[in-house]
């Protein structure tokens, strides 16, 4: 019979970490039907002589919940071989959702432009599948929107009643089709949870099957200590854990290695984790991040009484944000309409020149940006290459974006998000040719086949018989992100062909406008 799509002569990776062969591959009706020496003719014949055949990669830790309903094209993402975005991380994501004033705020990339629509998981999957995203994708139950539904906007841990609430929704979620529960404990819609109602809820996730994702309650100074809680806190839940981007911010007093140690010793002991890391040197978030909660409590017009007001900023100046944490010199505005002059300068050198408090210069920012289209952003300094290397090297390291998909034309033309289309390509780039600290087949099991493993999907990040058609053809002597610190949005170099549930996504290196993602649901153990 007649195949869709045969790709001759590559040097095959099956995503299991093991040698590439060179064969051929034959995909019928979205999924890989032959894999050694094919013979039968194809619709589509692609010649992969010289060039790497692999699984699709898999977005680990994507921040694309809302962009995929903006612009489904998920052009960032295919253009570097993803062909499956895992959203609800950190806490943030698109459902469930209670006030949508509140519920916005814990969504990476909300501009309105698509009506929040939707209450529950399954809601939000439906639309997600109306939306026809040219990659697959998957959700976690972001804890951060529990909270807000439940609860509001609070510093303090939730009541008997409030947890229960919680639970249910997460429950509900879980059963829609949700593949676990995350945290963004640093954030603040959940730094009043405590251990115990975490433990409560991931042990629900756990009850489902469902993995547990956490951005830890700190990555600054006590950023150990917030490990050790992530792993105490899965193990007295009995969930699998995944931590997310685990490198501390500060890593000059050793804090790097405690944190691996503390993941070597839980791993030795037997306990199911891995942890996923974005590829900048930067970490990135919105500089409204070094507010305090109740700086935003009144809407718009408080917050700009408030920016007005000397005594107001002083309070709010006492309060420790992720953003300033480990000192102003290492924080750089991203470029905005609003400080054209401050853009991709450091605020505290900014600061210095001008005689100013870095705090209140970036108040002033804050205050000329209410009522702006975007939410200024940051970058704040905090990895060495080496430090990265390291990282990425560690058997239990999945490489994400830890950003939301883009496309350099369309309604999300105009926004930034450093990683969105350099992540995969940066870490094999990275890790293969400039540091060869991880060899070719490796490093594509750590984009594939691992990633499905933790999320507990057979047949999709493996290349073989049966296995859904999700594949990247690239030349691995040139795959390689184009996009720069202060130039993101440039597509990755060196991926020629990207099929998605057996449809070409991506032919030789353009964008085909094919729209083939699925939405996956999983489906939840027999006993639940
Ligand atoms: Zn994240």
Redesign the pocket.
């Given at each position: 019979m007649a195949l869709d799509i045969a790709i001759r002569g590559g040097r095959v990776h099956d995503g299991t970490g093991a040698d590439p062969v060179e064969a051929d591959v034959g995909v019928r009706d979205g999924r890989v039907v032959e894999v050694g020496r094919v013979d039968a003719a194809a619709t589509r014949e692609i010649d992969a002589r010289g060039l790497v055949v692999a699984p699709g990669f898999i977005d680990i830790?994507s921040?694309s919940d809302y962009t995929l309903l903006v612009d489904a094209r998920a052009a960032s993402a295919i253009a570097q071989g993803v062909t499956l975005e895992v959203v609800g991380?950190?806490g943030?994501g698109c459902a469930p959702l209670g006030g949508r004033a509140l519920a916005a705020s814990a969504i990476y990339g909300f501009d309105g432009s698509v009506k929040l629509a939707w209450n529950s998981v399954g809601g939000y999957l439906e639309a997600l599948e109306r939306a026809r995203p040219a990659v697959n994708v998957l959700a976690l139950v972001p804890n951060g929107q529990l909270r807000l539904a439940t609860m509001g906007l609070v510093e303090r841990p939730a009541t008997p009643a409030e947890l229960d609430a919680m639970r249910g929704m997460l429950r509900d979620g879980l059963a829609e089709g949700a593949f676990g529960f995350s945290t963004?404990l640093e954030y603040p819609a959940e730094r009043g949870a405590g251990e115990e109602e975490l433990t409560a809820l991931v042990a629900e996730a756990a009850r489902a099957g469902g993995l547990y994702a956490t951005?830890t309650r700190s990555r600054d100074a006590g950023a150990v200590e917030a490990i050790e809680e992530a792993i105490r806190t899965a193990g007295r839940a009995g969930a699998r854990l995944q931590i997310?981007?685990l490198l501390p911010r500060k890593t000059d007093e050793g804090e790097l290695e405690r944190g691996i140690g503390l993941v070597d010793d839980a791993r030795a002991r037997g306990t199911d984790l891995r942890f996923d890391m974005h590829t900048r040197l930067f970490g990135t978030t919105y500089l409204d991040t070094i507010l305090p909660p109740w700086a935003s409590a009144g809407g718009p017009e408080g917050l700009r009484r408030m920016l007005d007001d000397p005594d107001a900023r002083a309070r709010a100046r006492g309060f420790t944000s992720v953003v300033a944490g480990g000192g102003w010199d290492r924080v750089f505005l991203l470029d905005t309409p609003v400080a054209p002059a401050l853009a991709r300068r450091s605020l505290g050198e900014a600061a210095r020149e001008l005689g100013r408090d870095p705090h209140d210069l970036a108040f002033d920012v804050l205050r000329d940006a209410i009522g702006a289209p975007a939410r200024p952003m940051v970058m704040i300094r905090a990895y060495t290459p080496e430090q990265q290397e390291q990282v990425f090297a560690h058997p239990g390291c999945m490489p994400g974006s830890?950003a939301t998909t883009l496309a350099p034309d369309g309604p999300l033309a105009g926004a930034v998000f450093h990683g969105a289309y350099s992540w995969a390509a940066w870490f094999f780039r990275f890790m293969v040719r400039e540091r060869r600290a991880l060899g070719e087949a490796e490093a594509i099991h750590r984009l594939t086949g691992l990633p499905a493993r933790v999320l507990g999907l057979a047949d999709r990040g493996v290349l073989r018989l049966g296995a859904r058609a999700d594949i990247a053809v690239f030349d691995a002597d040139d795959f390689g992100e184009r996009a720069t610190t202060f130039e993101p949005n440039l597509f990755a170099a060196g991926m020629r062909h990207v099929v998605v549930n057996g449809a070409l996504a991506f032919a030789d290196g353009a964008l085909t406008g094919a729209r083939a993602g699925e939405v996956l649901r999983r489906r939840l153990p027999p006993r639940f």
């Open positions: 830790h921040h991380n950190c943030f963004g951005h997310s981007h830890d």
